[in-house]
């Protein structure tokens, strides 16, 4: 090994950003949902249960609001039980059994009134500044009426059923930044409690799931009064959130590359600082082992129907064996966490790299925690009019190599195609040559655009100024700007061609799943994936309480 | 076309967001490439912070744009930018031509001219996007609106009135300052308002948006409707 090859280094974008290695992400202690439950304990946010009312089938109203240290949340429920046939994970569902406003405040008689005219009809209801958050959800099929039944006949419920499903509700969506009236992104984002990413929404799931025990035992109650028992704070805590995620996550972070190089860039900046410890203590060594013994029983316990998704977690497991055997002696020498990563890059599978990532991250708040504040972002500036043809070619070749490498013109390189349906305005794919609307398509061709902009550039004076260029070439404004801003940016770009068909979208939905703090990755085909959210997360009590217990690796 | 200041009684509220969110895909569905719609939408919703709906400005440049009666096929020659085919210049097309030729010198004086224009009012925000000094947009039409853009603020004078007309563009300009004369519009507060109350549109204009945003979305098939998330399994 060479003296530079020996300095730990960030990761090549040409590794990080390709969609196989995106698909095997793992929540850090970066992720949005740490970030929030970090705050609320810091905070110490209070909880406060304003509204229960609901009969025995859990049908009525419910307010559980939040105090910060600035401001109060409410959520506001409205819940009912609707035909388990209707119960869909679609967005193209016209029903669920609860639905979901985030109040900013706390709401009045007349607010209330006005949502429940609105929140239960969802895309169809009109909303004010005053909601940041529209959301619903549906109970498990699986495990709501054996909770209650048991409850209700004065015992706790199974705790390996629990752990199985991991959840009492699924939300199918949670909408935020102005969705359907509600409150901009730009309204909230000075504000410090919701200055990350996504934190008014994920907001809203942790409020859900404190809504959903408490729907448990409130139905449990109302059947059999004092003879009921109250679901354990034990088995509450490992419950999170159910979430099914289909195809609108990705066009979102093709969208947003300012945002996506920012979350990458805190993680891998993380993941540097970390490799460059000297030392670590014989404590930093016994908490890290013992994580690795939290993190080998949730794989253990992480069951999934897909086939390559259970090759690819029992090959994880292999990684965490052996990683286990090297931990006797590897981490006393110098810069331990770097060569506990060297041994991971070269022999880990994926999933087993992007675990490590997680594992090296979790106790190292001092060092890393930071690096939070960095992970939000505007839009792209304005375009740079007066760059010259020439310099804008020279960035495409310095940073778009990957794109220029495919072969777009390969029928199998352009097959898929991306559409917003009419049907709810669902995002849906295609196939090129057997489906109609092509023509339609999203502008998610991130690649083939680049690649298709060099080969028109060669046709002007590189003299001339990308103003004069647009003038007649309007079409290429999109392309040009983000080649423009994102040059210095090495983790904006998916590094892969999203209409080629060997490839998966489930892989960019568990990427941003991942960073969301979502766990239990269970995808049901290439197009959609189930996860849990705040599984094994501090309960309201907990926080307020001012304890965390480790989450990151639920192992219920 | 009547446009004015204020929306009419019949009006939806909406998000910034969803303003901007339709609005390009409006553009989409007119025949307007994408980064021609995203920078149309930003101009165009800029008006909503001067106190202007910014449906009833974008519903007529959309339709003069899918119509033909205006076209996004420009040429700029020796500071004038026209129409290569003999029809009108779509504001869609025009507002990020100007945006670019300020933004190259940002504080020295410019002055384009623009033949007849579908909806002149647009190119003002587009004027307000590109960072300059000062701007003042002449329309020669009517009364001959004036739009003056510095500094975080804008005055109109000549009444709000403005149907297709050839613009004057004059950034720069020496000794050229916002006039401290009514209406004066402070961009951050038309934000602010808009952020924290919604923005007004009119009923009738912004069905007629969401009909171009309609033509952007696929119509669904049985086999469509295979790939999206989950089945009814209810577990």
Redesign the interface.
């Known amino acids: 090994m060479t003296a530079a090859e020996d300095v730990p280094q960030l990761r090549p974008p040409g590794e990080v950003m390709r969609l196989e290695r995106m698909g095997a992400s793992f929540p850090t202690r970066l992720s949005f949902m740490r970030q929030l439950v970090r705050r609320m304990i810091r905070e110490r946010w209070r909880f406060e249960r304003m509204r229960l009312d609901l009969d025995h089938n859990g049908t009525g109203v419910t307010l559980h609001a939040v105090h910060g240290r600035h401001r109060t949340y409410t959520l506001v429920g409205f819940s009912g039980s609707i035909d ?9 569902a016209n029903v669920w059994d609860t639905t979901f406003s985030l109040f900013d405040g706390v709401p009045g008689a007349a607010d209330i009134e006005r949502l429940e005219a609105n929140t239960p009809r969802q895309e169809a209801g ?1 909303f ?2 005053s909601e940041l958050v529209l959301a619903r959800a ?1 109970r ?3 495990i709501f009426d054996h909770v209650v039944d048991s409850l209700a006949g004065g015992r706790q419920p199974c705790r390996d059923l629990l752990r199985d ?1 991991g959840y009492l509700m699924r939300t ?1 969506a949670v909408y935020g ?11 909230i984002a000075g504000r410090e409690e919701l200055r990350g990413p996504f934190q008014a929404e994920l907001l809203a799931v942790y409020l859900i799931r404190w809504m959903s025990v408490d729907l448990v035992n409130h139905m449990a109650r109302q059947r059999s009064g004092l003879k009921a028992a109250e679901l354990s704070e034990d088995l509450a805590r490992t419950l999170g959130i159910g979430n ?4 609108g996550m990705a066009p979102f972070l093709v969208k947003h590359p300012l945002l996506i190089n920012n979350w990458v860039m805190a993680r891998e900046n993380a993941l540097l600082r970390v490799r460059k410890v000297e030392r670590a203590t014989p404590d930093t060594i016994a908490e890290f082992r013992e994580l690795l013994d939290d993190a080998r029983r949730h794989v253990a316990a992480w069951a999934v129907d897909d086939p390559e998704q259970s090759a690819r977690i029992s090959r994880l497991g292999d990684d965490l064996a052996r990683l286990d055997t090297w931990c006797d002696d590897g981490l006393d020498g110098e810069r331990p966490f770097d060569a506990l990563w060297r041994l991971a890059s070269r022999r880990f599978s994926l999933e087993g790299q992007e675990m490590v990532v997680a594992l090296l991250l979790e106790h190292q708040g001092t060092l890393i925690d930071g690096l939070c504040e960095s992970m939000s972002s505007g839009g792209l500036p ?2 740079k ?2 760059m010259p043809l020439g310099d804008l070619i020279n960035l495409i070749d310095d940073n778009y190599g990957w794109a220029l490498a495919i072969d777009h013109a390969a029928p199998e390189s352009r097959q898929r195609f991306w ?5 709810k ?6 196939d090129r040559y057997t ?3 092509a023509d ?1 398509e999203m ?1 998610v061709a991130i690649g083939r655009d680049v690649a298709m902009l060099r080969a028109g550039l060669l046709d002007h004076d590189p003299r001339i ?4 260029f ?3 070439a ?8 983000r080649v423009q801003h994102l040059a210095h940016l090495p983790y904006a770009e998916i590094r892969d061609n999203l209409l080629a068909a060997d490839r998966r979208p489930v892989d960019i939905l568990r990427f941003k799943l991942a960073f969301f703090g979502a766990n239990g990755f269970d995808p ?1 085909s290439d ?2 994936t ?1 996860v849990t959210m705040y599984q094994g997360a501090p309960l309201p009590a907990d926080i307020t309480g001012g304890t965390e217990p480790q989450w990151i690796f639920p192992c219920p | 076309m009547d446009l004015p200041l204020s929306v009419t009684a019949s009006r939806d509220l909406l998000s910034l967001n969803e303003v901007l969110f339709h609005l390009a895909r409006a553009a989409a569905g007119a025949g307007a490439p994408v980064g021609i719609c995203e920078e149309f939408a930003a101009t165009a919703s800029w008006l909503a912070f001067i106190r202007m709906d910014p449906a009833r400005a974008a519903l007529p440049a959309l339709d003069a744009l899918a119509g033909g009666q205006s076209s996004g096929d420009l040429v700029i020659r020796e500071g004038r930018i026209a129409c290569r085919e003999g029809r009108m210049v779509s504001a869609i097309f025009a507002g990020p031509v100007i945006m670019d030729r300020l933004s190259m010198e940002p504080a020295e004086p410019v002055t384009l001219q623009v033949d007849e224009v579908d909806v002149p009012l647009l190119l003002a925000g587009a004027a307000a996007a590109s960072g300059l000094g000062h701007a003042r947009l002449v329309m020669h039409a009517g009364a001959g609106t004036v739009i003056d853009v510095a500094g975080g603020k804008v005055a109109v004078k000549g009444g709000a009135t403005c149907d297709r007309a050839a613009v004057t563009i004059m950034a720069n300009a020496p000794g050229a300052a916002v006039p401290d004369c009514a209406p004066l519009h402070v961009i951050d507060e038309g934000r602010k308002a808009a952020l924290e109350h919604g923005i007004a549109v009119d009923s009738t204009a912004w069905s007629g948006i969401l009909a171009y945003y309609y033509k952007t979305l696929v119509p669904s098939t049985e086999r469509s409707r295979s790939a999206g998330a989950g089945p009814a399994d209810g577990t």
Do not use: H, M
Not at chain 1, 177 to 187: I, P, V
Not at chain 1, 419 to 423: A, F, G, L, T, V
Not at chain 1, 465 to 468: E, G, L, N, P
């Open positions: 388990p046939r209707e119960r869909t994970d679609r967005v193209i009109r004010r500044a549906n498990s099929g699986r499903v199918t930044s102005g969705k359907f009236g509600c409150a901009d992104r730009g309204r099914a995620t289909g195809l304005a375009l009019a007066a559409y917003y349906s009419q049907e305005l669902e995002p849906r794919v295609g489906e109609p609307g339609l502008a100024s990308v103003a004069d647009l003038v007649t309007p079409e290429w404004r999109s392309t040009v700007r049901k197009l959609w189930r």
